[in-house]
């Protein structure tokens, strides 16, 4: 069996106008993904919406305070081999005429990222590999992004509380199949590929960590209540003495083929 993967990327894009949701999913579900997905070296790759209703009940700032969409794909090694396939079948695709994304979305937040943790709830015997695979409801997003500048010191024990108490954490809640916590690395970006793409990620001045929680059999609203309510909320906290911003911390929806009316009455 292949390892699992340890290089992500997170794209965030927002419809320029409510009439063009129906033309982009179209696109992105039964064209571009497709492509994707029989990339080699493309290990898994979904896309999410942020529901209106999850928008209502998400926190939000920054580069993460106004999107629809969330893409999500994992890359096999070597990395630079993927990305750069990855990378091509972008540009290929545009000088094909097949990218009208061009013309729909605007891109809020684009980075790469390394995977620092995983954990698998208790109930699940898979391979870390195959638990990317699983399929789910959704996921969970907190993004978490902390200064550079900060002191090692306090960053250490940041990260340390994310890995020994977060993750095991949030492995644990029913309706959660696994977590991820991954730090953003713009470096892994090709300078070509983030020139035509206009890819905005945070700069150098901050650091960005990632949990990504799949939800299963419930939908990720319900979990997020769960998360929130007074039986986990305060395993879910970090200490106050820790640095660290929150910029995200809400639902997104697994898209479904063909059912794409969210914004419908917007």
């Known amino acids: 069996m292949l390892p699992a993967p340890q290089i992500a990327f997170?794209?965030?894009?927002?419809a320029r106008t409510p009439s063009m949701h129906s033309a982009i999913n179209q696109w992105h579900q039964l064209d571009h993904r497709p492509e994707n997905l029989a990339l080699q070296g493309l290990a898994w790759g979904e896309r999410f919406v942020l529901t209106p209703t999850s928008a209502a009940q998400a926190v939000r700032r920054e580069e993460f305070s106004d999107f629809h969409y969330a893409t999500f794909y994992w890359f096999d090694e070597p990395?630079?081999?993927s990305i750069g396939t990855w990378?091509?079948?972008?540009?290929?695709?545009?000088?094909?005429?097949?990218?009208?994304?061009?013309?729909?979305?605007?891109r809020a937040y684009m980075d790469f990222f390394r995977l620092v943790g995983t954990a698998t709830s208790p109930?699940?015997?898979?391979?870390?590999r195959a638990l990317v695979h699983r399929p789910g409801t959704g996921m969970l997003m907190l993004a978490t992004s902390v200064p550079t500048a900060q002191a090692r010191e306090e960053l250490h024990r940041r990260f340390a509380w994310e890995l020994e108490e977060?993750?095991?954490?949030?492995?644990?809640?029913?309706?959660v199949a696994g977590a991820?916590?991954?730090?953003?690395?713009t470096s892994l970006a090709p300078s070509s590929w983030a020139a035509r793409e206009a890819a905005q990620g945070t700069g150098g001045d901050r650091i960005v960590r990632l949990v990504m929680v799949r939800t299963e059999?419930?939908?990720?609203?319900?979990?997020?209540?769960?998360?929130?309510?007074?039986?986990?909320?305060?395993?879910?906290?970090?200490?106050?003495?820790?640095?660290?911003r929150i910029d995200f911390h809400g639902s997104l929806e697994t898209i479904l083929p063909w059912q794409w009316d969210w914004f419908d009455t917007i």
Not at 10 to 14: A, G, I, P, Y
Not at 87 to 106: H, I, K, T, W
Not at 123 to 128: A, K, P, Q, V
């Open 79 to 81: 990395h630079v081999d």
């Open 87 to 106: 990378a091509e079948l972008a540009e290929q695709s545009f000088r094909e005429g097949r990218r009208p994304d061009v013309s729909l979305v605007d």
């Open 180 to 185: 991820w916590c991954l730090q953003n690395d």
């Open 123 to 128: 109930d699940i015997r898979l391979s870390e």
């Open 10 to 14: 997170l794209s965030l894009s927002r």
């Open 166 to 175: 977060l993750l095991p954490a949030l492995a644990g809640i029913p309706g």
């Open 217 to 244: 059999i419930e939908p990720p609203t319900v979990v997020l209540d769960r998360l929130r309510s007074d039986e986990y909320a305060a395993a879910l906290q970090p200490p106050v003495t820790l640095p660290g």
